[in-house]
């Protein structure tokens, strides 16, 4: 069974606009919440992460939110760019461990 | 560069043939990962190093996928009599001592294996 979901496999936005990418977790020991983004060919990129005592994280045009009663957590991109466009996976690590546990992945596109 | 370097980027396989995949992490970094990703799927664990102690092999799908890292920081994913289920992107990923808390990772670009 999936411990972090992400249910939508993509997501289309116009530059400019706001990203807003959804993650789902089942696992109320998970203790941080970390954003990757990915290009094709390369390694997936560490972009913003979350504490579970924490609500709310920014950093420049990433806002990372945390509603742990809902078990919920998004990832907003203020404004898009081009540039955004990849694939982004959601990922968790609970409190006794050590390893990532990720989502399937969201992939966006930005238009200009 | 001073990234993490994985090597080859690519390694096509006949099924039953042995295979090594080899990892360089970031200079300094004591904790390193391999994780494994099917296509359409997100990364998933297979083991961990600290220093040279592997210290979780949870996530290794069978006895046929061995790692190691005897000095401490180049580490090899070994995986025997290859069969096509296990064709995927496998990869590496190294962090510095104090981001084990925070689970903060430096991954490389991959290898991806194709058992035919």
């Known amino acids: 069974d999936q411990q972090v979901k992400q249910n939508s496999p993509s997501l289309s936005v116009q530059e400019g606009r706001i990203s807003i990418l959804n993650c789902d977790y089942t696992?109320?020991?998970?203790?941080?919440f970390l954003w990757y983004k990915k290009y094709p060919a390369e390694g997936p990129t560490f972009l913003i992460s979350?504490?579970?005592?924490?609500d709310k994280n920014e950093d420049g045009r990433f806002t990372v939110f945390l509603n742990k009663s809902a078990k919920h957590l998004s990832l907003h991109i203020v404004p898009s760019q081009p540039g955004d466009s990849a694939v982004y996976f959601c990922a968790a690590k609970s409190q006794a461990g050590t390893a990532l546990i990720f989502g399937k992945g969201t992939t966006l596109s930005v238009s200009s | 560069g001073a990234g993490v370097s994985q090597s080859p980027r690519y390694k096509v396989a006949k099924r039953g043939q042995d295979v090594a995949l080899r990892c360089d992490p970031i200079?300094?970094?004591?904790?390193l990962f391999w994780y494994q990703q099917a296509l359409g799927q997100g990364p998933e664990f297979l083991t961990y190093?600290?220093?040279?102690?592997?210290?979780?092999k949870s996530g290794l799908p069978s006895d046929r996928f061995f790692a190691e890292r005897p000095e401490g920081s180049v580490s090899t994913l070994k995986i025997q009599r290859t069969q096509q289920e296990d064709s995927a992107v496998y990869l590496c990923?190294?962090?510095?001592?104090?981001?084990?808390?925070?689970?903060?990772?430096?991954f490389g670009p991959g290898t991806r294996l194709t058992v035919l």
């Open positions: 200079s300094g970094h004591v904790s």
């Open positions: 696992n109320s020991m998970f203790d941080y």
């Open positions: 979350i504490s579970s005592i924490k």
């Open positions: 190093f600290q220093n040279e102690a592997q210290l979780d």
């Open positions: 990923a190294s962090s510095p001592a104090g981001t084990l808390t925070t689970g903060e990772q430096f």
